[in-house]
Protein backbone atom coordinates (compact mmCIF):
# COMPACT_ATOMS: atom_id res chain seq x y z
CA UNK A 1 0.00 0.00 0.00
CA UNK A 2 1.32 3.51 -1.12
CA UNK A 3 1.37 6.49 1.46
CA UNK A 4 -0.08 8.42 -1.62
CA UNK A 5 -3.23 6.26 -1.29
CA UNK A 6 -3.87 6.97 2.79
CA UNK A 7 -2.80 11.17 1.59
CA UNK A 8 -6.09 11.37 -0.76
CA UNK A 9 -7.85 9.78 1.61
CA UNK A 10 -10.02 10.74 4.65
CA UNK A 11 -9.56 9.06 8.13
CA UNK A 12 -13.05 9.19 10.56
CA UNK A 13 -12.40 7.89 13.97
CA UNK A 14 -15.65 6.53 15.17
CA UNK A 15 -16.06 7.04 18.93
CA UNK A 16 -19.22 6.20 21.71
CA UNK A 17 -19.06 9.29 23.36
CA UNK A 18 -21.82 10.36 26.27
CA UNK A 19 -24.03 13.17 26.43
CA UNK A 20 -23.79 12.72 30.44
CA UNK A 21 -20.01 11.57 30.57
CA UNK A 22 -18.41 14.05 27.81
CA UNK A 23 -15.13 12.91 29.26
CA UNK A 24 -15.74 9.67 27.44
CA UNK A 25 -14.69 10.87 24.54
CA UNK A 26 -11.57 12.12 25.27
CA UNK A 27 -9.04 9.34 23.95
CA UNK A 28 -10.80 9.22 20.43
CA UNK A 29 -10.43 12.88 20.73
CA UNK A 30 -6.57 13.04 21.41
CA UNK A 31 -5.93 9.70 18.54
CA UNK A 32 -7.69 12.06 15.70
CA UNK A 33 -5.66 14.49 16.79
CA UNK A 34 -2.44 12.97 16.90
CA UNK A 35 -2.98 11.49 13.50
CA UNK A 36 -3.98 14.73 12.08
CA UNK A 37 -0.19 15.96 13.36
CA UNK A 38 0.83 12.65 11.43
CA UNK A 39 -0.26 14.26 8.42
CA UNK A 40 -0.77 10.73 6.97
CA UNK A 41 -4.53 11.35 5.69
CA UNK A 42 -5.93 14.09 3.54
CA UNK A 43 -8.11 14.34 6.26
CA UNK A 44 -8.80 13.09 9.83
CA UNK A 45 -12.29 13.55 11.69
CA UNK A 46 -13.94 12.04 14.79
CA UNK A 47 -17.11 11.62 15.25
CA UNK A 48 -19.84 10.11 17.83
CA UNK A 49 -22.76 8.20 18.44
CA UNK A 50 -24.09 10.04 21.57
CA UNK A 51 -21.94 13.93 21.24
CA UNK A 52 -21.17 15.67 18.58
CA UNK A 53 -19.43 15.67 15.84
CA UNK A 54 -22.71 13.07 15.43
CA UNK A 55 -22.43 9.58 12.94
CA UNK A 56 -24.97 11.04 10.88
CA UNK A 57 -23.61 14.44 9.82
CA UNK A 58 -19.94 13.66 10.01
CA UNK A 59 -19.67 12.43 6.37
CA UNK A 60 -21.29 15.66 4.91
CA UNK A 61 -17.74 17.17 6.71
CA UNK A 62 -15.33 15.41 5.02
CA UNK A 63 -14.51 16.73 0.94
CA UNK A 64 -12.31 13.85 0.37
CA UNK A 65 -13.72 11.53 -2.20
CA UNK A 66 -12.12 8.50 -0.48
CA UNK A 67 -13.21 7.80 3.50
CA UNK A 68 -11.93 5.20 5.61
CA UNK A 69 -14.38 4.69 8.94
CA UNK A 70 -12.15 3.24 11.84
CA UNK A 71 -14.59 2.43 14.81
CA UNK A 72 -12.59 3.01 18.22
CA UNK A 73 -14.11 0.65 20.21
CA UNK A 74 -13.19 -1.85 21.72
CA UNK A 75 -15.22 -5.03 20.68
CA UNK A 76 -17.70 -6.20 17.38
CA UNK A 77 -21.19 -5.60 18.46
CA UNK A 78 -24.24 -3.89 18.43
CA UNK A 79 -22.49 -0.49 17.80
CA UNK A 80 -20.29 -1.70 14.64
CA UNK A 81 -23.23 -3.94 13.36
CA UNK A 82 -26.23 -1.45 13.71
CA UNK A 83 -25.60 1.52 14.84
CA UNK A 84 -22.95 3.07 12.90
CA UNK A 85 -24.14 1.53 9.27
CA UNK A 86 -27.21 2.92 9.98
CA UNK A 87 -26.39 6.57 11.06
CA UNK A 88 -23.65 6.66 8.68
CA UNK A 89 -25.87 5.39 5.96
CA UNK A 90 -23.66 2.47 5.04
CA UNK A 91 -24.44 -0.59 3.33
CA UNK A 92 -21.46 -3.02 3.98
CA UNK A 93 -17.74 -2.87 4.24
CA UNK A 94 -17.59 -1.00 1.27
CA UNK A 95 -19.89 1.72 0.35
CA UNK A 96 -20.72 3.88 -2.62
CA UNK A 97 -22.26 7.38 -1.84
CA UNK A 98 -22.67 10.80 -3.42
CA UNK A 99 -19.28 10.46 -5.42
CA UNK A 100 -17.61 8.96 -2.26
CA UNK A 101 -16.02 5.51 -1.67
CA UNK A 102 -16.02 4.38 2.17
CA UNK A 103 -14.80 1.79 3.91
CA UNK A 104 -15.59 0.07 7.22
CA UNK A 105 -12.54 -1.01 9.19
CA UNK A 106 -13.19 -4.14 12.01
CA UNK A 107 -12.94 -1.89 15.61
CA UNK A 108 -9.43 -1.20 16.94
CA UNK A 109 -10.25 -4.08 19.70
CA UNK A 110 -10.01 -6.97 17.50
CA UNK A 111 -6.42 -6.07 16.37
CA UNK A 112 -3.40 -7.98 16.62
CA UNK A 113 -1.93 -5.23 18.49
CA UNK A 114 -4.63 -4.45 21.31
CA UNK A 115 -3.52 -7.53 23.90
CA UNK A 116 0.22 -5.94 23.87
CA UNK A 117 -1.42 -2.56 24.80
CA UNK A 118 -2.85 -4.53 27.29
CA UNK A 119 0.29 -6.34 28.16
CA UNK A 120 2.82 -3.59 28.22
CA UNK A 121 0.43 -1.54 30.98
CA UNK A 122 0.45 -4.83 33.33
CA UNK A 123 4.14 -5.67 32.99
CA UNK A 124 4.96 -1.71 33.88
CA UNK A 125 2.22 -2.54 37.03
CA UNK A 126 4.64 -5.81 37.95
CA UNK A 127 8.10 -4.59 37.37
CA UNK A 128 7.50 -0.95 39.33
CA UNK A 129 5.71 -2.90 42.43
CA UNK A 130 8.26 -5.91 42.11
CA UNK A 131 5.22 -8.25 42.08
CA UNK A 132 5.97 -12.05 41.37
CA UNK A 133 4.25 -12.81 38.87
CA UNK A 134 2.83 -16.33 40.58
CA UNK A 135 1.06 -14.00 43.07
CA UNK A 136 -0.79 -11.90 40.55
CA UNK A 137 -4.17 -12.14 38.56
CA UNK A 138 -5.29 -10.22 35.83
CA UNK A 139 -8.98 -8.85 35.65
CA UNK A 140 -9.90 -7.88 32.03
CA UNK A 141 -12.72 -6.31 32.87
CA UNK A 142 -15.67 -5.86 29.73
CA UNK A 143 -18.96 -4.66 29.08
CA UNK A 144 -20.51 -7.52 27.74
CA UNK A 145 -24.32 -7.58 25.74
CA UNK A 146 -27.05 -9.97 26.34
CA UNK A 147 -28.17 -8.72 23.14
CA UNK A 148 -24.65 -9.10 21.00
CA UNK A 149 -22.27 -11.97 22.23
CA UNK A 150 -19.82 -10.58 19.90
CA UNK A 151 -19.02 -8.11 22.55
CA UNK A 152 -17.89 -10.51 25.10
CA UNK A 153 -16.39 -13.05 22.45
CA UNK A 154 -13.21 -10.84 21.85
CA UNK A 155 -12.88 -10.00 25.60
CA UNK A 156 -12.13 -13.45 26.02
CA UNK A 157 -10.16 -13.89 22.81
CA UNK A 158 -8.32 -11.44 24.60
CA UNK A 159 -7.89 -12.54 27.94
CA UNK A 160 -6.28 -15.91 26.36
CA UNK A 161 -3.67 -14.26 24.48
CA UNK A 162 -2.41 -12.17 27.75
CA UNK A 163 -2.51 -15.82 29.30
CA UNK A 164 -0.14 -17.59 26.73
CA UNK A 165 2.01 -14.77 27.45
CA UNK A 166 2.78 -16.07 30.93
CA UNK A 167 2.56 -13.04 32.33
CA UNK A 168 0.49 -13.28 35.80
CA UNK A 169 -0.80 -16.75 37.53
CA UNK A 170 -4.12 -15.96 36.59
CA UNK A 171 -5.81 -14.11 33.33
CA UNK A 172 -9.75 -13.82 34.01
CA UNK A 173 -12.27 -11.70 32.03
CA UNK A 174 -15.25 -10.58 33.92
CA UNK A 175 -18.59 -8.22 32.97
CA UNK A 176 -20.49 -5.96 33.40
CA UNK A 177 -23.37 -6.80 31.86
CA UNK A 178 -22.94 -10.61 31.55
CA UNK A 179 -21.56 -13.86 33.62
CA UNK A 180 -19.28 -14.10 34.96
CA UNK A 181 -20.05 -10.53 36.62
CA UNK A 182 -17.32 -8.58 37.87
CA UNK A 183 -19.61 -8.29 41.13
CA UNK A 184 -18.36 -11.59 41.89
CA UNK A 185 -14.52 -11.04 41.55
CA UNK A 186 -13.74 -11.76 45.68
CA UNK A 187 -15.72 -15.44 44.77
CA UNK A 188 -13.02 -16.48 41.70
CA UNK A 189 -9.54 -14.92 42.49
CA UNK A 190 -7.50 -16.71 44.78
CA UNK A 191 -4.19 -14.69 43.81
CA UNK A 192 -3.07 -11.80 46.78
CA UNK A 193 -2.19 -9.37 44.12
CA UNK A 194 -4.99 -8.16 41.85
CA UNK A 195 -4.57 -5.73 38.45
CA UNK A 196 -7.53 -4.87 36.62
CA UNK A 197 -8.05 -3.05 33.73
CA UNK A 198 -11.31 -2.33 31.77
CA UNK A 199 -11.22 -3.55 28.03
CA UNK A 200 -13.07 -0.52 27.11
CA UNK A 201 -11.85 2.74 25.03
CA UNK A 202 -12.20 5.23 28.13
CA UNK A 203 -12.70 5.70 31.52
CA UNK A 204 -16.46 6.90 31.22
CA UNK A 205 -19.11 6.44 33.40
CA UNK A 206 -18.38 2.69 33.33
CA UNK A 207 -14.53 2.83 33.79
CA UNK A 208 -14.73 5.85 36.26
CA UNK A 209 -18.01 4.87 38.86
CA UNK A 210 -19.06 1.63 37.96
CA UNK A 211 -15.87 -0.28 37.74
CA UNK A 212 -14.44 0.65 40.89
CA UNK A 213 -17.40 0.57 42.77
CA UNK A 214 -17.66 -3.09 41.82
CA UNK A 215 -14.22 -4.02 42.74
CA UNK A 216 -14.52 -1.89 46.11
CA UNK A 217 -12.40 1.25 46.32
CA UNK A 218 -13.54 4.73 46.24
CA UNK A 219 -14.48 6.19 43.32
CA UNK A 220 -13.19 9.59 44.63
CA UNK A 221 -9.42 8.41 45.20
CA UNK A 222 -7.07 11.29 44.50
CA UNK A 223 -5.04 8.00 42.58
CA UNK A 224 -8.10 7.75 40.12
CA UNK A 225 -7.66 11.56 39.40
CA UNK A 226 -3.90 10.93 38.76
CA UNK A 227 -4.89 7.81 36.84
CA UNK A 228 -7.47 9.90 34.37
CA UNK A 229 -4.80 13.13 33.51
CA UNK A 230 -1.24 10.81 33.61
CA UNK A 231 -2.17 7.07 32.82
CA UNK A 232 -0.79 6.28 35.85
CA UNK A 233 -2.29 2.75 37.49
CA UNK A 234 -4.38 3.65 41.09
CA UNK A 235 -3.40 1.98 43.73
CA UNK A 236 -2.48 -0.22 45.22
CA UNK A 237 -5.59 -0.53 47.42
CA UNK A 238 -6.35 -2.69 50.18
CA UNK A 239 -9.62 -4.73 49.51
CA UNK A 240 -10.96 -7.74 50.72
CA UNK A 241 -7.44 -8.90 52.06
CA UNK A 242 -5.95 -8.81 48.61
CA UNK A 243 -4.15 -5.58 46.94
CA UNK A 244 -5.61 -4.11 43.92
CA UNK A 245 -3.88 -1.82 41.21
CA UNK A 246 -6.40 -0.58 38.77
CA UNK A 247 -5.22 1.13 35.32
CA UNK A 248 -7.24 3.36 32.91
CA UNK A 249 -8.91 1.93 29.82
CA UNK A 250 -7.35 0.05 27.38
CA UNK A 251 -8.81 2.68 24.40
CA UNK A 252 -6.69 5.61 26.60
CA UNK A 253 -3.06 3.47 25.66
CA UNK A 254 -1.20 5.93 22.95
CA UNK A 255 -0.89 2.37 21.05
CA UNK A 256 -4.08 2.76 19.98
CA UNK A 257 -3.07 5.27 17.62
CA UNK A 258 -1.37 3.71 15.70
CA UNK A 259 -3.62 0.84 15.52
CA UNK A 260 -5.90 3.14 14.12
CA UNK A 261 -3.41 4.02 11.63
CA UNK A 262 -2.83 0.25 10.47
CA UNK A 263 -6.58 -0.36 10.05
CA UNK A 264 -6.88 2.60 8.20
CA UNK A 265 -3.87 2.51 6.04
CA UNK A 266 -4.70 -1.03 5.01
CA UNK A 267 -8.30 -0.06 4.23
CA UNK A 268 -7.14 3.08 2.42
CA UNK A 269 -5.13 0.28 -0.08
CA UNK A 270 -7.68 -1.81 -0.50
Not at 234 to 263: H, N, T
Amino acid sequence: MSLKSASETALVVVGHGSALTPGSSAPTRAHADLLRKRGLFAEVHAAFWKEAPHLSEILDRVTADKVVVVPNLACPGYITGTVIPHEMGLTGPVTERKNKRIRLTDPVGTHPGIAEAVASRVRAVIEESVLPADQVCLLLIGHGSTRNPQSSLRTHAVADELRAMGLAAEVRAAFLEQEPKLEDWRDVITAPNLIALPFMISNGLHGARDVPALLGFDADAPELVNMAETGTPAGPFEVSGRRLWYCRAVGSEPLVADIIADLALAAAGG
